[in-house]
């Protein structure tokens, strides 16, 4: 075998002899990389929190959460929220029925979207109230609702 044939590794082969062929080539150790502690998973927030946080970004007005389960069993909060206008209204309802689904809850029922005066949003745990401000005037469920106390 010749000097300027190669072997399987694609390398020359060294004569015996030099000085090549009696040093292999050494590679500094590799650097330990800094353990790191294993990546929480975040809490997935909850369907009050989502709720909220949709009502502040499309900026619903005189948002109020009511603690009802020692008054009804068919929900533990109601919120109630106002808007601009009527399409204001409706927005506010779609965007947060978006973001519960979302988030993984899934809506059980969407009520009084095509007047836009009051829609009514069924969330099982949670029932969200988004009204013109002279219907929730005029209803006034929080003086209904109050007496299990304020959530928020």
Known sequence: MTAKRANRTGTTPQRKGTAAASTAVKRPPAKKKAARAPARPQAKPGLREVVLAALADMKAVN??????????????????????????????????????????????????????????????????????????????????????????
């Open 63 to 152: 948002i109020k959460a009511l603690d009802v389960r020692k008054l009804t069993d068919i929900t533990d909060t109601m919120v109630v929220a106002s808007g601009t206008s009527d399409r204001h209204v409706k927005s506010i309802a779609d965007r947060v029925v978006q973001r519960c689904r979302e988030a993984g809850f899934r809506p059980f029922g969407m009520e009084g979207e095509r007047d836009g005066e009051w829609v009514l949003v069924d969330l099982h745990d949670l029932v969200l109230h988004v009204m013109l401000p002279r219907v929730r005037e005029f209803y006034a469920l929080e003086k209904l609702w109050e007496r299990g106390g304020a959530a928020a």
